[in-house]
């Protein structure tokens, strides 16, 4: 719905240069055309980690463990929000993070001053410390994902990586969430009404003011109201007005001009017309200062006039002001294009509305029969599923709060554990098998069926015989030996792909393109595995061979 964005910013669009964060730097790059800036946030750096990091690596250095070769593995345990599927984002800033990881003496400067019994050699190490040795593989950013398949698996010196991990994990884990919440939102109202992301006011700050508007448009979102996160994005925005708008009006006489230059330069008098239809839809009884602040504000924007219609009385007073509006600048040559409803019961004025436009189009045979119709007021993903099943004439919806706050379940719980040291598996066991890490160095890989749809994920160790389409493949549960199957895939998909080698392996795609990625994830994957109740479990199997290597193990 291009038609209610004021900005020109088609989501198919181009995408132009962003705005990006003035400090710039590049280090070690061979290809100039591959973009490392650092991450967008000022705070993502060496120093934003937690204590214990800083102590295990000094830990490290000092039993001379600190070269060791690890591998960890960053993943998630659950599927968020009662669901069955997650997406993977944020890879783009962790990248960005790893780029341009490194101490500054004035950091090891604070850390001595808190720390002065330390080895003075350790502060020497810590500010010579880099990612150059550092290999990391990813899954595609946008990509649906399983608990337990890593996400990022991390290899190099075990003290650098074990400095990588906070840091990593706050920025997965609230980007991931943000796009799950959005692409389900975007399941609830399906494929051809407009979202837009009204959040910022509500968010837990600026920073996640401005990832909710990305990672929200990554989901799915179509616009927001973030004007930063709009200009340094390349998203549409779209914005209207508020309620202090129309409240500020008290009647026709607080309007300075009377007059609008219609569509072909020649001055109406535009008030003149709006009380004649008025006059003629006889609702004469409107709320004078609300006709009069929806005057004002198509005077300003007269290709562009949406209006928000509940201040003081939708169906008696707010409808037909905007009637009256939307008539008078059809015959100025131009075409509203809708009202806004920001409370009261929405399914019901929606249709309302939808009514009185058909009835008005018939009766002045202007067609007026399409106008949008945008809903707000607190809306969450269970609301949008209520509204479906009720029936409703929305066009279009501006979410807000229950996204960006991800109210009904505010963290996503990645975790990053080791796996591997020197070559050694590393496992970590406890009493519930949620909690047991599955040793080694794996890769993952998507088995379709011959639907071309996703079966299952599987997990098997690194330089072990990959599977391939039309082979036979015993895929077995990580923990539960009596659930297997044997699955014959006509494709296979491998997950992992080296990101980043000392040094990036290839430039960042545009959050247009991973939005589309997310897209065609979320059409590619069964109904069953997507849906809001009772969804099918998406299942992740082992390959026969790390089945028994956990188990030998464990």
């Not at 949008?384 to 706050?405: N, P, R, S, Y």
Request: charged share 20%; net charge neutral; proline share 5%.
């Amino acid at each position: 719905m291009s038609s209610i964005r004021e900005d020109g910013i088609e989501p198919n669009g181009e995408q132009k240069e962003p705005k990006v964060h003035p400090s710039t730097t590049e280090r070690g790059q061979d290809n100039p055309d591959i973009d490392t800036r650092p991450p967008l946030n000022p705070f993502v750096g060496a120093m934003l980690t937690d204590l214990y990091q800083i102590t295990m690596a000094y830990g490290y250095w000092k039993n001379s463990m600190h070269e060791s070769d690890s591998v960890f593995d960053l993943f998630f345990r659950q599927h968020p929000f009662g669901g069955e599927f997650t997406i993977f984002a944020g890879l783009e800033e962790c990248l960005r993070y790893v780029a341009n990881f490194k101490f500054t003496p004035e950091d090891i400067g604070h850390l001595q001053k808190k720390f002065p019994d330390w080895d003075k050699d350790f502060w020497d190490w810590l500010l010579s410390m880099n990612c150059d040795k550092v290999r990391i593989y990813a899954i595609k950013e946008g990509t649906i994902v399983a608990p337990r398949v890593p996400l990022l698996r991390v290899e190099g010196p075990l003290a650098v990586c074990q400095m990588l991990e906070t840091t990593l994990l706050v920025l997965v884990n609230f980007a991931s969430l943000i796009t799950t919440n959005a692409a389900r939102h975007r399941l609830a109202v399906g494929p051809n009404k407009v979202l837009s992301e009204f959040g910022l006011r509500r968010a837990q700050g600026p920073d996640g003011a401005m990832s909710a508007s990305r990672y929200s448009y990554m989901g799915g979102f179509d616009s927001t109201s973030n004007v930063e996160a709009a200009t340094v994005f390349n998203i549409p925005m779209m914005g209207t007005h508020a309620h202090s708008f129309v409240s500020s009006f008290i009647s026709i006489d607080d309007l300075k001009s009377n007059t609008i230059l219609d569509s072909e330069g020649n001055q109406r008098d535009f008030v003149d017309l709006v009380l004649k239809y008025r006059h003629k839809l006889q609702k004469t009884n409107t709320n004078s200062g609300e006709l009069a602040a929806f005057i004002a504000y198509a005077q300003s924007f007269p290709t562009a006039f949406l209006a928000l219609v509940d201040t003081y009385d939708v169906l008696n007073s707010g409808l037909w002001n905007f009637l009256c509006v939307a008539l008078a600048l059809h015959d100025c040559g131009y075409t509203a294009k809708g009202l806004r409803l920001d409370s009261g019961d929405l399914a019901y004025l929606s249709k309302e509305c939808r009514k009185a436009f058909i009835k008005v189009s018939e009766e002045f045979h202007m067609p007026l029969q399409k106008l949008t119709v945008v809903a707000s007021n607190d809306l969450s993903e269970k609301v949008l599923w209520a509204l479906k099943e009720q029936g409703h004439e929305i066009d279009a919806f501006g979410v807000g709060t229950h996204l960006v706050t991800c109210k009904n379940q505010p963290a996503l719980g990645c975790v990053y554990k080791l796996v591997q040291v020197d070559n050694h598996p590393r496992i970590k066991v406890s009493q519930d098998s949620a909690k047991v890490t599955i040793p080694g160095k794996k890769e993952a890989y998507r088995l379709f069926n011959a639907q071309g749809e996703p079966v299952l994920d599987l997990l098997s160790q690194v330089g072990s015989v990959s599977p391939g389409a039309m082979q036979r493949i015993l895929c077995r549960h990580p923990f539960d030996a009596t659930k297997r199957c044997y699955v014959t895939p006509s494709r296979v998909e491998s997950l992992h792909q080296c990101v980043w080698d000392g040094r990036l392996k290839a430039p960042f795609p545009s959050l247009h393109n991973i939005r589309l990625h997310v897209g065609n994830q979320l059409s590619a994957f069964r109904e069953d595995h997507l849906r809001r109740l009772n969804p099918t479990p998406y299942k992740l199997s082992v390959s026969s061979d790390l089945y028994t290597f956990l188990h030998d193990l464990w």
